[in-house]
């Protein structure tokens, strides 16, 4: 029986890690799927945060190239109305992290947040990719999920 539990285990696990796709929901549009040839052909940045008080650098996508394929408006546009809106990053888990759509766009931030595929010029493990979101500069990783299977963009209110 405990071998059953344990393999059962691994799979889940190997499954949640195999899925390599990221989903983007924009409120009032279709999803959008973004396979890794997709995210791959986007900007890339480097964003360095502060683990267990080490500077970690990741790399991946940069976030608003990804919004931008969903079709949020970003860069000069990036304005009135549409500064009501949130970023959530779904991790498998079920941890989320939440971002004003402002802090994603370089025309309000200078730091990037990324969509992160490598740690220090490695693949991300099981444990935290495929992706994880960045925050570039965070002192603390609380806003970085693991395992981000999903980014969803509405109004906050």
Do not use: C, W
Request: aromatic content about 6%; cysteine-free.
């Amino acid at each position: 029986m405990r071998l059953l539990l344990a393999f059962v285990a691994t799979l889940a696990l190997t499954t949640g890690a195999l899925a390599q796709d990221l989903k983007v929901t924009v409120a009032g549009r279709d999803t959008v799927t973004l396979t890794p040839k997709d995210l791959a052909a986007l900007p890339r940045a480097k964003a360095t945060i502060q683990v267990k008080g080490a500077a970690v650098t990741y790399e991946g996508v940069r976030l608003d190239a990804v919004l931008a394929q969903a079709g949020v408006v970003h860069g000069e546009r990036l304005m009135g109305r549409y500064l009501n809106q949130v970023v959530i990053a779904r991790a498998a888990d079920g941890f989320f992290s939440l971002l004003s759509l402002a802090e994603t766009d370089p025309v309000y931030r200078a730091n990037p947040v990324v969509v992160a595929d490598t740690v220090n010029g490695h693949k991300l493990d099981d444990r935290e990719g495929p992706y994880r979101l960045v925050v570039d500069g965070d002192l603390r990783p609380s806003r970085a999920p693991r395992q981000v299977v999903s980014i969803e963009v509405k109004p906050a209110f």
